[in-house]
């Protein structure tokens, strides 16, 4: 997707929550007075009301500090390039395969373009490239359909975690996780209101993973253990589990009919001497039935190591090119209320339909509350 169009698409997310917001504080700045001041609890969301699952929840790893490295570690790289801004494969500026690449992708997408609507599970062509390299790593096949593309690796655990969100007679159910573990995983299940069930990682063995210990946490589990979620390469431990290891993993998950959530994020990053990346798909291929029908999932991302975006921003006032984006913004909005404006008169010329149009003010609040909105956010984040 365009970075401007990303922009676009999260600017538009964001610009809703922005309005949401203020639109709120203009409701509590009329409440103020004897009757707000009298009963706070005239809010709808408070402290005390709000879901106690995202009060428990702790994310510490999107901190200002991450977000700031993130912001300076951010390069475009050249295939993005491209497909973001097509009129540079016509630039002499890059080379023939990586203009090439651009074309495919754009071929693939509707209307040539990254930043229309395509299958919910991502676009064909770059699913099928997946499997290649799946294909290519591991030497057994690698099915395109069997594998979803989405917004970093988060969403993608997070979507299947949800799956699992439905107590079985009457127990709930829960997740077998690492400790120490990456914070998504603790933050996801609070959330959703899994038991989180914590087997510890070896320290006096390099972080090793002892499926004694899985054991010993599955039968001491007060829920219904559903899953298992690995982390190999480890994050924060570094551990890299051996094949041997990984067979064990499995043999485990099969014996106590666990879905297994292989996080394998950290793929390309092995740098420890002696140290090899196995593939759980791959382990399981080659250790065959009966285990090999477990329900495994496996997550890769492209955040990390050296093709990382780790999130495009927009640019900020002073930088040079925050006057091109503003100027595309305005563009892109514009040609939106054209767009809302052309729908409207369509729809109001076809008998028995009515369609209200767009109010010129309400679209000027709203473009005031998103200009004021990203100043806030670029000032937050800078
Ligand atoms: C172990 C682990 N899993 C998953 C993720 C999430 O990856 P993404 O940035 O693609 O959402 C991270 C991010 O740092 C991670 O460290």
């Known amino acids: 997707m365009s970075q401007i169009k990303m922009i676009r698409n999260a600017s538009r997310v964001l610009a809703g929550v922005a309005s949401r917001l203020e639109r709120s504080d203009v409701v509590v700045s009329h409440l103020t007075g004897p009757w707000n001041s009298r009963n706070m609890s005239s809010k709808a969301v408070t402290l005390e009301n709000v879901n106690p699952n995202i009060v428990k929840l702790e994310y510490a790893v999107r901190g200002p500090l991450v977000i700031r490295a993130a912001e300076i570690e951010k390069e475009l ?20 395969d990586v203009k090439q690449r651009a074309r495919e992708i754009l071929g693939a997408c509707g209307g040539q373009s990254v930043g229309s609507y395509s299958a919910s599970h991502g676009i064909e062509l770059i699913r099928r490239r997946v499997a290649e390299y799946i294909e290519r790593r591991d030497g057994h096949p690698a099915h395109w359909e069997d594998i979803c593309l989405s917004g970093g690796a988060s969403n993608a655990i997070k979507n299947c975690l949800q799956l699992l969100c439905n107590d079985i007679d009457g127990k709930t159910s829960g997740v077998l996780i690492p400790i120490p573990q990456y914070p998504l995983y603790s933050a996801s299940l609070a959330e959703y209101g899994l038991a989180q069930v914590g087997y510890y990682l070896d320290e006096d063995n390099n972080w090793g993973l002892d499926v004694k210990e899985l054991e010993r946490a599955i039968a001491d589990a007060d829920c219904n253990v559903r899953a298992l979620v690995v982390i190999n390469p480890g994050n924060p431990t570094g551990q890299v589990l051996t094949r041997q290891n990984i067979e064990e993993v499995i043999k485990f998950a099969h014996k106590h009919k666990l879905f297994l959530f292989a996080d394998e994020v950290y793929q390309e990053n092995v740098y420890a001497e002696g140290s090899q990346f196995f593939a759980f798909k791959k382990v399981l291929r080659e250790v065959g039935a009966p285990y090999d029908t477990i329900e495994l999932a496996s997550y890769m991302s492209a955040s990390k190591g050296y093709v990382g975006e780790c999130g495009a921003r927009p640019p900020q006032k002073g930088e040079p090119s925050y006057e091109l984006f503003m100027k595309e913004k305005t563009q892109v909005l514009a040609s939106l209320k054209q767009r809302a404006e052309l729908v409207a008169d369509s729809f109001n010329q076809m008998k028995g339909f009515k369609c209200n149009v767009v109010q010129p003010e309400l679209l000027k609040e709203m473009l005031d509350i998103f200009k004021q909105f990203h100043e806030k956010f670029t000032k937050q984040y800078s």
């Open 77 to 96: 790289e050249k295939v993005l390039a491209c497909v973001s801004y097509p009129p540079l494969i016509d630039t002499a500026g890059f080379p023939e």
